[in-house]
Antibody, heavy 119, light 108 residues
Framework: EVQLLESGGGLVQPGGSLRLSCAAS????????MSWVRQAPGKGLEWVSA????????YYADSVKGRFTISRDNSKNTLYLQMNSLRAEDTAVYYC????????????WGQGTLVTVSS | EIVLTQSPATLSLSPGERATLSCRAS??????LAWYQQKPGQAPRLLIY???NRATGIPARFSGSGSGTDFTLTISSLEPEDFAVYYC??????????FGQGTRLEIK
């Protein structure tokens, strides 16, 4: 059974940093691209970042480019999102998601972790 | 950026009725469109991929259609557990994935 468990969310001041983690199990982690998708309170879904199975390719939404860094440790089956220079508009629930190898759609999702950027 | 516009914003129906949700893209996404369902406090769940293919375990009452810029998600006969928010998502210009703003399906 595929399981994705996010952690690392919390309250941070504007301009601060936070690192999210997503522990994966139930599948061959290194074979799948992974993404972070966020959802601001009461709002819709926004794709944030993606990384290939090997970690060699990374992609970012314009809204986070230069501030966020996605990475993965395939030996630990863990996905990360390093978030720097946080802004109030980054406040959201952050989901990690496993992407289908053929269609790239988001097959499985974690339960999410809440990041609140506020002074 | 490809913009996806969903309509209506809110749809009020009764159990047993047929639901038709629309998603329109600002430019052609071919058939690279997916639909997700999200219930309060839960993560989204994949329903349909590549416009018309049901994901694993999704009941047959859910169906998707369309290509190019106009897409439809149909729920043939609403069950109580179907009342939720539905999002469409395109992957035509991967990795620049975009979602629609959502349609809330509520009980009338």
């Amino acid at each position: 059974e595929v399981q994705l468990l996010e952690s690392g969310g919390g309250l941070v001041q504007p301009g601060g940093s936070l690192r999210l983690s997503c522990a994966a199990s139930g599948f061959t982690f290194s074979s799948y691209a992974m993404s972070w998708v966020r959802q601001a309170p009461g709002k819709g879904l926004e794709w944030v970042s993606a990384i290939s199975g090997s970690g060699g390719s990374t992609y970012y939404a314009d809204s986070v480019k230069g501030r966020f860094t996605i990475s993965r440790d395939n030996s630990k089956n863990t996905l990360y999102l390093q978030m720097n220079s946080l802004r109030a508009e980054d406040t959201a629930v952050y989901y990690c998601s496993m992407q289908n190898r053929v269609t790239t759609v988001f097959d499985y999702w974690g339960q999410g972790t809440l990041v609140t950027v506020s002074s | 950026e490809i913009v996806l516009t969903q309509s209506p914003a809110t749809l009020s129906l009764s159990p047993g009725e047929r639901a038709t949700l629309s998603c329109r893209a600002s430019q052609s996404v071919s058939s690279y469109l997916a639909w997700y369902q999200q219930k309060p406090g839960q993560a989204p769940r994949l329903l349909i991929y590549d416009a018309s293919n049901r994901a694993t375990g999704i009941p047959a009452r859910f169906s998707g259609s369309g290509s190019g810029t106009d897409f439809t998600l149909t729920i043939s006969s609403l069950e109580p557990e179907d009342f939720a928010v539905y999002y469409c998502q395109q992957r035509s210009n991967w990795p620049m994935i975009t979602f629609g703003q959502g349609t809330r399906l509520e009980i009338k």
